[in-house]
Antibody, heavy 123, light 112 residues
Framework: QITLKESGPTLVKPTQTLTLTCTFS??????????VGWIRQPPGKALEWLAL???????RYSPSLKSRLTITKDTSKNQVVLTMTNMDPVDTATYYC???????????????WGQGTLVTVSS | DIVMTQTPLSSPVTLGQPASISCRSS???????????LSWLQQRPGQPPRLLIY???NRFSGVPDRFSGSGAGTDFTLKISRVEAEDVGVYYC?????????FGQGTKLEIK
């Protein structure tokens, strides 16, 4: 069974850089078609897609946050790291990582999700 | 960006009765490969989202057959044939046809 788990700080100060790690199992980011994405959800609000990295190191970002985001992968550790610079209180949210797979017969959606990690931005 | 608009935003339903949620996209979700990458996700209280339906009408593994999806182009619908207590939560449509991926605002399903 595919599993993903997010880790990182629960509290960051305004202007600081947030670094989140997604550690996953039962799939490999070296397999053709596999991707891992990040999605966030402010308290009581809707989901917002942030970034996605594929097996071939293709990276996609939300245009509204692109200047602040960096996504990388460590295939040997089964990890994906998201960094977000210049954090602000409006970035307070639960951050999720999720698995995707692009192939003709696959979901091409986020089919497995981590439990999420709540990040609060406050001084 | 493709804007996803869901209606209603809140849906009180009687147990055992059907429920329906609509999702409209600001532009066609037909991909150049011919597929339409419209998904439905369920988020129960305090839980992460869970994939229910992908490519308009395909149920993901383990999803009960009381959930069904339909639609084409820009208009899509999620139907629950007979609502059960465990169906309470927020439902989101999501498009993965074009970057940036986008979600609807969510529809809260609650029991009357």
């Amino acid at each position: 069974q595919i599993t993903l788990k997010e880790s990182g700080p629960t509290l960051v100060k305004p202007t600081q850089t947030l670094t989140l790690t997604c550690t996953f199992s039962e799939f490999s980011l070296s397999t053709s078609g596999v991707g891992v994405g990040w999605i966030r959800q402010p308290p009581g609000k809707a989901l917002e897609w942030l970034a996605l990295i594929y097996w071939d190191d293709d990276k996609r970002y939300s245009p509204s946050l692109k200047s602040r985001l960096t996504i990388t992968k460590d295939t040997s550790k089964n990890q994906v790291v998201l960094t977000m610079t210049n954090m602000d209180p409006v970035d307070t949210a639960t951050y999720y990582c999720a698995h995707t797979f692009i192939a003709p017969t696959s979901t091409v959606s986020f089919d497995y999700w981590g439990q999420g990690t709540l990040v609060t931005v406050s001084s | 960006d493709i804007v996803m608009t869901q209606t209603p935003l809140s849906s009180p339903v009687t147990l055992g009765q059907p429920a329906s949620i609509s999702c409209r996209s600001s532009q066609s979700l037909v991909h150049i490969d011919g597929n339409t990458y419209l998904s439905w996700l369920q988020q129960r209280p305090g839980q992460p989202p869970r994939l229910l339906i992908y490519k308009i009408s395909n149920r993901f593994s383990g999803v009960p057959d009381r959930f069904s999806g339909s639609g084409a182009g820009t208009d899509f619908t999620l139907k629950i044939s007979r609502v059960e207590a465990e169906d309470v939560g927020v439902y989101y449509c999501m498009q993965t046809t074009q970057f940036p991926y986008t979600f609807g605002q969510g529809t809260k399903l609650e029991i009357k």
